[in-house]
């Protein structure tokens, strides 16, 4: 796999095609987040662009040698608050039938065992209601470090914020969200089917 | 991890993998007309920085005169403070520009602590260290607002730190801004300071502690004000 460090100074340098690749490589991953944090694909497809319009008009800002994803993703992060302050409200509510799981493949970076086997519907459907339901500070912090597999001090640079605020923030976002879905899981196969 | 926590994630993990768009118009016309840049080098930068502002103090000393009482001061005290005055406007500036190894953005955590730092300790050195010469001036609490001119003195010593600073890292500070504007003010401020501890004659603790001090919080807080909205302009 490319270095996304690598792909950087390329780009940096003049040429196009290791933006290209540079977004491929990097793109899913931060669509992963900005789905989970806008709640909406739309939304989420547009925060996309207006990062990599930002990453790419302060790509005078980049220093050699270091890693970019940090950066960027911290640039998302910038760019889904001045979003959220812009239209003056939290989140866009996921209407029913929004295509929020697409293709299940082909990313990296995700929790161990996330890929392991194929999740259940159901769960996920449950999971992602409960993960609406957070503040969100605390599900960016669910989001970056249990399942972008970022470390807590690597969230913590991404949001602008302490490592120990960040990980209070992710352990009582995930201790909420392991409650909000007790309270939403579906009922077993077995007992519906009754 | 349990198995339940386990297919939690799992759950959230699946739903994250999606297709990402096309690259917009806009990009893709930005692309077409892709041109090398010259990156960012933060050690240049700070020393650039440091250089320039070094020359534009001494520049303000030479042109407001050097303080009359100058030789009657303790030796010792005069360096120390000058040296503090020194390291309160490098370790700032230097924290708010230089990011640690393999990073992009610059260590705003630290920035932040030095300008803290440096805001209340140069407050609280001044109240209470603050030696006289027999040629050396003082206002009292009586005469405190005629100090103000040493707070614009200082204040406009910072400026020039504070706007390199700020054209330095447009575009590098997508988070925790205004902590690294402030320490900019702040190590600005300090260079001011150190330009009013070798013109001003005044020696009484509220002048010193409250007006020489207190340049390097004012100087703080409008760069933490000001300063985001010209390093943020390249994201918006």
């Known amino acids: 796999m490319a270095d996304p460090r690598e792909l950087m100074e390329r780009y940096v340098d003049g040429d196009a095609r290791a933006f290209r690749e540079l977004y491929a490589l990097v793109a899913p991953r931060l669509l992963g987040y900005l789905m989970k944090m806008a709640k909406s694909r739309a939304l989420a497809d547009d925060l996309l662009q207006q990062t990599f319009l930002k990453v790419h008009r302060a790509r005078a800002a980049y220093v050699r040698g270091a890693d970019p994803m940090p950066w960027i993703y911290a640039i998302a992060h910038r760019t889904f608050i001045d979003e959220v302050r812009k239209k003056k409200r939290a989140v866009v509510g996921v209407a029913d039938g929004d295509e929020v799981p697409e293709v299940a493949a082909g990313l990296t970076g995700e929790a161990d065992g996330a890929r392991d086997e194929p999740a259940d519907p159901e769960l996920t459907k449950a999971a992602l209601e409960a993960l609406e339901d957070l503040p969100t500070g605390q599900r960016e912090a669910v989001v970056l470090t249990k399942l972008d597999g970022k470390s807590v001090a690597e969230a913590a640079e991404i949001a602008g914020t302490t490592v120990g605020a960040m990980k209070v923030r992710a352990h009582r976002g995930y201790e909420a969200l392991r409650k909000l879905l007790g309270a939403k899981k579906p009922p077993p196969q077995e007992a519906r089917r009754e | ?236």
């Open chain 2, 1 to 236: 991890m349990s198995d339940a926590d386990a297919d939690l994630i799992r759950a959230l993990a699946g739903a994250s993998a999606a297709k990402p768009p096309a690259l917009s118009p806009a990009l893709e016309a930005e692309l077409a007309r892709l041109q090398p840049v010259k990156t960012r080098r933060p050690l240049r930068q700070i020393a650039t920085l440091a250089g320039i502002s070094g020359v534009y103090a001494a520049g303000l000393v030479a042109m407001f005169t050097v303080r009359g009482d100058l030789h009657e001061l303790p030796m010792p005290w005069l360096l120390a403070a000058g040296i503090a005055w020194l390291l309160g406007f490098v370790i700032p500036c230097y924290l708010a520009l230089v990011p640690r190894a393999g990073s992009v953005t610059p260590r705003w955590r630290w920035a932040a602590a030095s300008a803290v730092v440096a805001s209340i300790g140069f407050v609280v050195l001044g109240l209470f260290v603050h030696p006289s010469g027999p040629h050396s001036h003082t206002l009292g609490w009586e005469h405190f607002p005629r100090g103000h001119s040493c707070l614009e003195l200082g204040v406009a010593s910072a400026l020039v730190p504070v706007i390199f600073g700020a054209v330095f890292l447009r575009g590098a500070l997508p988070v925790g801004s205004r902590w690294v504007a402030a320490a900019l003010g702040a190590g600005g401020g300090c260079l001011g300071g150190l330009v009013l501890h070798l013109h001003c004659p005044v020696t009484d603790a509220p002048h010193v502690g409250l007006v020489h001090g207190g340049v390097v919080l004012v100087s703080a807080l409008l760069a933490a004000a000001l300063v985001p909205r010209a390093t943020d302009k390249p994201l918006s």
